[in-house]
């Protein structure tokens, strides 16, 4: 229906001024069963619906989305991509997600501007510099890459960045993981549905799920939505920051709160960042977008909201950590923020798999720091849902882990934010 | 910015304050007569309430006491504070109003 994109496609495309684009993926009506239903179109559910559909033969599924694919935090967020998490269990999450990531735009046909631009952690204190080293050599019995620069190899890969020791948190070193970066976060999700919806998945915007059917014996039947009931034998929730109200509907209560969580962007200039830089212990995250924006994190509020809002102390706090870091910065001035809804879990690690309730997945509690899981995430657990079990990289991710106690705990790797 | 009603100084801006998490979540009484979910549920499990939620603040830049609020996750607005120890007040959820 869209047509495969290769140079000559778009070549085509221009010399006839640009009349023929069509559709990218079909707008769907709901049909009246499926055997998969996603709930929600954020990249991570879309990806789900794409590996289904192409890994596992399933498709009659649906993607449903109570507003506009991509609008939820998949379309707010920073876009930092990096795998270099402390634990074995989250390594492999990660790094599965990040080799993905490598061949993503080929894989579906779709320049998702994947860009392992580097991604460099900042330490301004001892406990920052044993902490990263630590996870410096943890990564690397992984396999996953990650290096110490002294502040003066930080600057020289960060030309504008600040190494001042007079600072309030000066630089003691940082570390890099090479192969991190960014993508484009819509052109996430326009990929998955293009590429989900040639594959037959219907992808329905405007169509809240308001309730869970289930049968005498426990099981899902399906959704009750805003445009009546949908039959389904299996459904996978992958809802973000509201997550808690969708399972709620199946009476499973989850270890879940759903905090705000800001991001602003600048006016756009000349390129001046060369890669991404995060710090955990002042709450700055910073980018250059490709249209010149510096796209600048800043931390969660305090209190649990679905008000998609935020304080204004919560991102001033961070403009003036960049600010200290970027003097040059200083001048620029801001042009939007906004804030998403996070789903945050007591260890800072996701939960994907089984529920206590039979045919109900979850793929959630990806908190402030799930983009960067895209592809690794929606390709384990369309897995999950298809063979009924969990993917062995998302196993120690079970809801059930909170009763157990194995916590995976990336409290420091995660810090508060992406 | 919210704006919070401290139940002993007054209105003050919320940087003064600081977070307590959901109120009224009291310490199981024999911890060793627990079991595995229930510690599970006093720990990690919360309800996250779209709507009116009830949690505690601290005014730790101002009194420093712990206090109670019922606030509406949705709009972020207030419905009440009131001093700890104290049972929730009996405030109707309206999803006509705050939705
Ligand atoms: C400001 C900000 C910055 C961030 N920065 C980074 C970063 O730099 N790096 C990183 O890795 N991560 C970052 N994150 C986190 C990241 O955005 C998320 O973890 C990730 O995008 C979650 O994807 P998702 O598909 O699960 O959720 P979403 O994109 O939120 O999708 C969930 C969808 O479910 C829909 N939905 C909800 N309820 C219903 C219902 N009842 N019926 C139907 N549909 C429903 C919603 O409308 C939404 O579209 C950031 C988040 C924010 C808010
Ligand atoms: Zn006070």
Redesign the interface.
Known sequence: MAGHFSALSLLRQATGGHRRWTAQWRDAAPAADYDVVIVGGGGHGLAAAYYLAKEHGVHRVAVLEKGWIGGGNTGRNTTIIRSNYLWDESAALYDHALKLWEGLSREINYNVMFSPRGVMMLAHTQHDVQVFQRHIHANRQNGVDNEWLTPREAQRFCPPLSIASDSRYPVLGAALQRRGGTARHDAVAWGYARAASERGVDIIQNCAVTGIRRGPDGAVQGVETTRGFIAARKIGVSAAG?T??VMQMAAV??????YPLQALVSEPVKPVMPCVVMSNTVHAYISQSDKGELVIGSGTD??????Q?G???AVAHAVEAVCELFPTFSRLRMMRSWAGTVDVT?DRSPIIGTTPVPGLFVNAGWGTGGFKATPGSGHVFAWTIARGTPHPIAAPFSLDR????RLIDEAAAAAVAH | MLLIDCPHCGPRAEPEFQYGGEAHIARPGDPSALSDEAWATHLFFRSNSRGLHAERWRHSHGCGRYFNAVRDTVTDRFACTYPTGTPRPDIADKPGETR
């Open positions: 509201a808690s109200t209560r989850m270890p879940l709160e759903s305090q209190y649990v909201s679905y008000s809002r304080g204004l102390q007591p909170f009763r157990t106690g």
